[in-house]
């Protein structure tokens, strides 16, 4: 039974340009969460999403970033023109319960 | 305010001591969890109690509860130089029940061998 998926594991882009991020939650979870982790520092709630809904919001920045999840596929985390102040680990979890969650190895993104 | 605060920020022992990490939050809580984060990894879930329990155990691990004082306490027993990380403590609160989990800074938890 795989655990939670996200790709890719590192990700470089120059300040502008898009990032895509990628989640695949483990088998059965219908919830998502998306959080991010700046160096140093506990993790932040961005968004929840239920399948083909986005349920919270109320963490992800008011432009530039929005997320996804389709009722085929992952869910997606989405940063348009990135800026250095992006750099973070992502981290995607799931959860079929809404209580325990299950986090993923992260998306570290660096922006140059 | 921030909620999910742990102390101490930083905690260094011998292997075969105990590690005592506390936590404090201000809200109202279904349940506080504990994750363990391996330098540049992912989250590891340690162990989760419910608002209406005071004491939990899983192998070495010890979490108390205290939810008039708003605190949590984990404590890891005999310890090892693999239990080396960082440790979060994170609540999920009542008015946001299922939404989200917000995170402490964590403690940075070091076993010399």
């Known amino acids: 039974n795989a655990g939670v998926m996200q790709n890719p594991r590192h990700l470089v882009r120059r300040r502008g340009q898009e990032a895509r991020l990628r989640c695949s939650p483990m088998?059965?979870?219908?919830?998502v969460y998306w959080y991010r982790q700046l160096p140093e520092e506990g993790l932040k709630f961005m968004v929840y999403?239920?399948?083909?809904?986005?349920?919270?919001e109320s963490g992800m920045p008011k432009e530039r970033f929005s997320a996804e999840f389709p009722k085929e596929g992952p869910s997606i985390l989405r940063i348009q023109q990135v800026v250095r102040g992006d750099s973070a680990a992502y981290f995607c979890?799931?959860?079929?319960?809404?209580?325990?969650?299950?986090f993923g190895p992260g998306t570290r993104l660096t922006v140059t | 305010s921030q909620q999910g605060e742990e102390d101490p920020q930083a905690l260094s022992i011998q292997e075969g001591e105990n590690a005592t990490m506390n936590c404090s939050y201000k809200?109202?809580?279904?349940?506080l969890q504990w994750y363990r984060q391996n330098s540049g990894r992912g989250l590891v879930h340690l162990i989760l109690?419910?608002?209406?329990?005071r004491e939990k155990h899983s192998g070495r691990l010890r979490v108390t509860l205290d939810t008039s004082k708003k605190s949590s306490s984990l404590l890891i027993t005999a310890s090892r130089a693999a239990d080396t990380a960082s440790y979060f403590c994170?609540?999920?609160?009542?008015?946001?029940?299922?939404?989200?989990?917000?995170f402490g800074e964590g403690t940075q938890l070091t076993v010399n061998p």
């Open positions: 809200t109202s809580i279904n349940n």
């Open positions: 109690i419910r608002s209406n329990e």
């Open positions: 999403l239920q399948k083909e809904n986005i349920i919270d």
């Open positions: 979890a799931s959860s079929s319960s809404a209580y325990e969650q299950y």
């Open positions: 088998k059965g979870h219908s919830h």
């Open positions: 994170a609540t999920d609160a009542r008015e946001t029940s299922g939404s989200r989990l917000t």
